[in-house]
């Protein structure tokens, strides 16, 4: 199984700050093939970033994401309040599909 | 709208079955390939089961294959997952979300059903 580790596994940042998550594979995957979803607290994921790079319908342009064979990143231009949630990375290259560990993002 | 609504959760005990229904509305159930999530408490996400568009492909991680079993309904719109020999390391919340035809992203998910596995 392709194992994704992500970094750092929290952040505390505060509003108008850049925030990047990195998503490292096991195996190199296809850019097509990795996603990223945002978790708000006590809410199911919603994807945010399709293909590496791709915003999924509705996803302010603040969010963006980029990345190539093993290594991946995914990137908040500028932090609101509203972005408390954590976020996952997830290969759908290979079965298992697997999700990254997840990176908690909190507000100062 | 597209909306996904599990039912079906609930506390059972260990080596008890539960099953897990899922209501599809809002796009062509048929045409989408369908799957299971869980989160555990305070854990991160577990891809449990995924479907074929007809039912007649499945596909489990090592930690279920032979206890769960994902079926569908399309004539109802409708998603399964089957639990046997339940554990207390099943203990989670199970999401069903539907799996986009972009390279095997999760595009829509439902609210989730917790799942408690306790005597």
């Known amino acids: 199984a392709i194992v994704l580790n992500q970094s750092p596994s929290s952040i505390i940042a505060s509003q108008g700050e850049k925030v990047t998550i990195t998503c490292r594979a096991s195996?190199?995957?296809?850019?097509?093939?990795l996603h990223w979803y945002q978790q708000k607290p006590g809410a199911f994921p919603k994807l945010v970033i399709y293909?590496?790079?791709y915003r999924a319908s509705g996803v302010p342009s603040r969010f963006s994401g980029s990345g190539s064979g093993t290594s991946y990143s995914f990137t908040i231009s500028r932090v609101e309040a509203e972005d408390v949630a954590t976020y996952y990375c997830q290969q759908g290259s290979s079965n298992p599909f697997t999700f990254g560990s997840g990176t908690k993002l909190e507000i100062k | 709208e597209v909306q996904l609504v599990e039912s079906g959760g609930g506390l059972v005990q260990p080596g008890r079955s539960l099953k897990l229904s899922c209501a599809a509305s809002g796009f062509t159930f048929s045409n989408y390939y369908m799957a299971w999530v869980r989160q555990a408490p305070k854990k991160g996400l577990e891809w449990v089961a995924t479907?074929?568009?007809?039912?007649?492909?499945?596909y489990y991680p090592d930690s279920v294959k032979g206890r769960f079993t994902i079926s569908r309904d399309n004539a109802k719109s409708s998603l399964y997952l089957q639990m046997n020999s339940l554990k207390s390391e099943d203990t989670a919340t199970y999401y069903c979300a539907r799996l986009s035809f972009n390279y095997g992203s999760y595009d829509y998910w439902g609210q989730g059903v917790m799942v408690t596995v306790s005597s």
């Open positions: 195996s190199s995957i296809s850019s097509n093939y």
């Open positions: 479907i074929s568009t007809s039912g007649s492909r499945t």
């Open positions: 293909s590496t790079s």
